[in-house]
């Protein structure tokens, strides 16, 4: 079945450093991928996506780019301040027998320090 | 519309108690989804409802839960008998699909568990 892989956390980083994020997945056809983030106490909000190989999404200073042939989906921001605190999770949305479904990674924890 | 809905916020209940959870979707989002999240673990799928109609139910969905779209609109999730395992944040997302390509989930604030 599809299943979605991030790298550990917590990542603890400084202000205005520089962020990457791994996502690999694995998946049949040809899934849409997405970026969540959860801040403490909310709801999941998306954060940005990509639908076809080779489409970058971005949002709010945030990249990401749908490489098939690695099946990755890293997050990269140039640099991250205290407000980017946050839980990320990465997704991957396929069809099955024509409706959809939505698969999540297990979240990697973003700290960041003034 | 201001997005996902879902009600209540927190629910602590006794072991054994019987609780529900009421979702209303982004109103013209055909699809709705319940999944369930622990904490440290990313939410992982319990049911999907395309309209009024239950397409898939996850084997993390025991025989003491039910879910029910009743008008293709709003949803309740109903867990019998809880138990402390159930403990957990249960999210909802609604989206909005037609055809065969794969949209974004519009997620709900979600509905705290505690089991005591």
């Known amino acids: 079945g599809d299943s979605v892989t991030q790298m550990e956390g917590p990542v603890t980083l400084s202000e205005e450093a520089f962020l990457t994020i791994n996502c690999t997945y694995t998946?049949?056809?040809?899934?849409?991928l997405f970026w969540y983030v959860q801040y403490p106490g909310e709801g999941l909000q998306l954060l940005l996506k990509?639908?076809?190989?080779?489409d970058k999404g971005s949002n709010k200073g945030f990249e990401a780019t749908y490489r098939k042939e690695t099946t990755s989906f890293h997050l990269e921001k140039g640099s991250v301040q205290v407000s980017d605190s946050a839980v990320y999770f990465c997704?991957?949305?396929?069809?099955?027998?024509?409706?959809?479904?939505?698969?999540f990674g297990t979240g990697t924890k973003l700290q960041v320090i003034p | 519309d201001t997005g996902v809905s879902q009600d209540p916020r927190h629910k602590i209940t006794k072991r054994g108690q019987n609780v529900t959870f009421r979702c209303d979707p982004i109103s013209e989002h055909n699809r709705l989804y319940w999944y369930r999240q622990t904490l440290g673990q990313g939410p992982e799928f319990l049911t999907y409802?395309?309209?009024?109609?239950?397409?898939?139910k996850s084997r993390l969905l025991s025989d003491r839960f039910s879910a029910e779209r009743p008008k293709g609109s709003f949803s309740t999730l109903e867990i019998q008998r809880t138990e402390q395992g159930d403990s957990a944040m249960y999210l909802c997302a609604s989206s909005l699909g037609g055809g065969q390509g794969a949209t974004e989930a519009f997620f709900g604030q979600g509905t705290r568990l505690t089991v005591v």
């Open positions: 990509a639908t076809k190989a080779d």
């Open positions: 998946a049949t056809g040809y899934p849409s």
């Open positions: 409802f395309q309209n009024e109609a239950q397409l898939e």
């Open positions: 997704a991957l949305s396929g069809m099955r027998g024509g409706y959809q479904k939505v698969t």
